[in-house]
């Protein structure tokens, strides 16, 4: 039995501080939920087999399985079940990589999948003491991003920054400033092209009174980011402009058998043709998705000679540079609608976008085979192979 994507959306991404401060991430999520919904009139919520979703936080409002909370918020039945997975940046790719493996092997027959992050409301947490009243002072530690309360116990290598991961990527892979500032201006562009083009007037629901991404620069240039301070090295490549910024978001997929087709009320998108895993040492996660994307390629049974689009998630420039490199594809099929540097990189929600705009983009451009990448902190990334529907063999 096969999965299918039957549709997608997603709320505009917030900056840090922006438009979507306010906004609770479980009431992002389940606003999603609710749009979703509104685009498949025809199908009883109560035939929702599982609601999966992904977060990379869990610390805030957003505890407790938001996979359920959002669900109820949203008003599904009680009866509709939900769990939360957590794989950092993946969380909503691998989140819809199990939604399609239920249905496959027959456990649901239709599947609400996604993601959320805020990461501007993410809170402050106290390590707790061994012992009661402690004579010194406890830092609050922020679960914005990265690493915290780290285990001693880890080799300090594995526990470098996410910057400072990458700076040493690009210097792995002799990847300079110059390349990475050109990647994120061409980021910028076709992002703010697509916007104005009404390319995700149909993906994206307006939210909390912002109706496009924030962090969308349609003015940048070279000479801007040329000027831009590096963020982790003194004498770095690195900078906020080659880099994804926080951000707040949420995104939703929809997932079904080919039989739900009837009950759903629309015909697929895409098909997902082929999933693949990859982890290796902590401090390299960028490079994760070479191999990833490899193995789910295998797993569809094509070359990347077929491959149309690929969407891959722009957590640094450098990161996806090496990338594209190691593929040895075309670079101008990758991101042609925009990137996580421009578009924004909420982290449980990016994998959900990547993936419902990849299927959009495909039909879009009348190929048949796309792949959708992600690297994840510590040393790990996703790949989902999605086949066009719309397009024979």
């Known amino acids: 039995m096969s999965s299918y994507l039957y549709s997608a959306v997603r709320t505009p991404f917030g900056r840090f ?9 479980d009431d992002l999520a389940a606003g999603v939920i609710t749009a979703l919904l509104d685009r498949v009139p025809g199908l009883d919520p109560a035939a929702v087999g599982e609601v999966v979703w992904g977060n990379a936080n869990g610390a ?7 996979a359920r909370m959002a669900a109820l918020l949203a008003g599904l039945p009680t009866s509709v079940p939900g769990t939360t997975v957590n794989r950092l940046c993946g969380s909503s790719l691998e989140a819809a990589m199990a939604g399609s493996r ?12 996604g993601g959320v992050e805020s990461m501007t409301r993410a809170p402050w947490v106290l390590p707790k003491p061994a012992k009661g009243f402690p004579p010194g002072d406890l830092a609050a530690v ?14 300090r290598e594995w526990t470098v920054s996410l910057g400072e991961a990458n700076e040493s990527l690009g210097e792995k892979y002799s990847v300079g400033r110059d390349r ?3 990647f994120a201006l061409r980021s910028h562009r076709l ?12 993906l994206v629901v307006p939210t909390g009174g912002l109706a496009r991404d924030e962090g969308v620069r349609a003015d940048s240039s070279i000479e801007k980011l040329a000027g831009l301070k590096p963020s982790f090295r003194a004498e770095g490549t690195i900078t906020a402009g080659n880099a994804s910024p926080l951000s707040d978001g949420a995104a939703a997929l929809l997932l079904g058998s080919e039989a739900a087709a009837g009950r759903i009320g629309a015909e697929p998108l895409a098909r997902v043709a082929g999933r693949g895993t990859f982890a290796l040492d902590p401090q390299d996660f960028g490079y994760a998705p070479v191999e990833a994307a490899n193995r789910a390629l295998a797993r569809a049974g ?5 491959v149309g689009a690929v969407e891959l998630n722009e957590a640094f420039a450098v990161q996806s540079l090496v990338c594209v490199d190691a593929w040895g594809i075309d670079p101008e099929i990758v991101n042609t609608r925009g990137g996580a540097i421009a578009l924004g990189h909420p982290l449980g929600a990016s994998g959900a976008r990547i993936l419902g705009t990849l299927a959009k983009v495909l039909r879009e451009r009348g190929e048949r085979w796309g792949v959708a990448a992600i690297c994840i902190g510590v040393g790990q990334g996703l790949a989902v192979v999605l086949e066009n529907t719309g397009v024979g063999a």
């Open 302 to 306: 094509i070359g990347w000679d077929r």
């Open 102 to 113: 239920l249905i496959e092997t027959g456990d649901a027959d239709v599947v609400l999948a």
């Open 180 to 182: 990475q500032d050109a």
């Open 17 to 25: 501080n922006g438009a979507l401060a306010a906004v609770r991430p």
């Open 142 to 155: 922020s679960t914005t991003l990265g690493w915290r309360l780290v285990n001693p116990r880890m080799p």
């Open 60 to 66: 805030g409002e957003e505890n407790r399985n938001v």
């Open 191 to 202: 992002a703010a092209a697509a916007w104005d083009e009404g390319f995700y007037d149909g």
